[in-house]
């Protein structure tokens, strides 16, 4: 707060004075949250600096703690894969096969537990429930995400191959649905389904000769319980270009 957050707010005022005063071209103002949280671009925002706050912490938590944990997870998956099913290694460079790696990653880990929506009038769902206007709701992600009726019996485990129901998303309810559904999905999975940047990044990490470290075991946090790894050591066997890689790397838009 006092060494990030508040500085950076406290630029962008100064920045958005000189623009007031005429001594700034608007034009080279930075074009990011907390410019148009210190803009106050809705009046409504006021001059709640713990709004800002929170939206950072909320964008933070939305963008880089589910991208991150989604892609360690996708590497350990893999790796259990890959032990049973060695042949699939030759796939490894295969942009459609980490694709499938990702979407099956995100269906049996779900960044978020359950979303939370409160009923706007009375309703009766496909299942024959009813809903009474006001309700809160909450739409479990994990257990949707696992329902054998749509993934198969063995939708309790991972597969790659696995095929779904031509309505039913493959991996699962991890971006959520409707009109609130993730921005960022197009980020992550790609548009086309083949450009996200977690193929790019497990790509490079495979070309690299990603292992797991044999003397680190990989390590589950032991106070908080939350799907994700505490610690989840590597090897990398092949070291010369990746950060030069990662560095110029481009990830791929809508
Ligand atoms: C693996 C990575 C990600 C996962 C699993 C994920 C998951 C989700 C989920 C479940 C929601 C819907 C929440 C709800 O309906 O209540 C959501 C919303 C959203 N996500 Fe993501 N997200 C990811 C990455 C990103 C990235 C990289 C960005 C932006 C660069 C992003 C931007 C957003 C935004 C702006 C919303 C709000 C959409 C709205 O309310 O209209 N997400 N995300």
Redesign the pocket.
């Known amino acids: 707060m006092r060494s990030f957050y508040r500085p950076a707010l406290e630029r962008h005022r100064r920045l958005i004075a000189e623009v007031e005063v005429g001594s700034r071209e608007a034009a080279s103002l930075p074009r990011d949250l907390l410019g148009l949280l210190a803009a106050c671009a809705d009046p409504a925002w006021g001059e709640d600096d713990d709004l800002g706050l929170r939206e950072t912490i909320v ?1 933070l938590n ?3 703690d ?2 991150s ?3 360690v997870q996708a590497l350990a998956e893999a790796f259990t894969w890959l032990e049973d099913h060695p042949h699939d290694g030759a796939l490894l460079a295969d942009p459609d096969f980490l694709n499938r790696l990702v979407r099956e990653t ?1 269906r049996l880990h ?3 537990t359950a ?3 409160r009923v706007a009038e009375d309703v009766r769902l496909e299942s024959g429930r009813s809903l009474r206007a006001g309700e809160m709701v909450a739409i479990r ?1 994990g257990i949707a995400s696992r329902d054998e009726s749509v993934y198969g019996a063995d939708a309790n485990e991972f597969n790659p191959w696995r095929t779904v129901p031509p309505r039913a998303y493959d991996y699962g ?13 197009p ?3 790609g548009a086309g389904g083949r450009d996200g ?2 193929v790019h990044l497990l790509s490079m990490l495979f070309a690299h000769g990603i292992q797991l470290d044999p003397d680190r075991p990989p390590r589950r946090p032991s106070d908080l319980d939350r799907d994700m790894y505490e610690s989840f050591p590597v090897l990398l066997r092949q070291t010369s270009g990746l950060v030069d890689e990662l560095a110029g790397h481009q990830i791929a838009g809508p």
């Not at 309810?173 to 999905?185: E, I, N, R, T, V």
Request: proline share 3%; net charge positive.
């Open positions: 964008t939305a963008t880089l589910t991208s944990v989604i892609l995100l779900p960044t978020n979303f939370f929506r992600v309810l991890a971006f959520g649905s409707g009109a609130h559904k993730c921005l960022g999905l980020l992550i999975i940047s977690h």
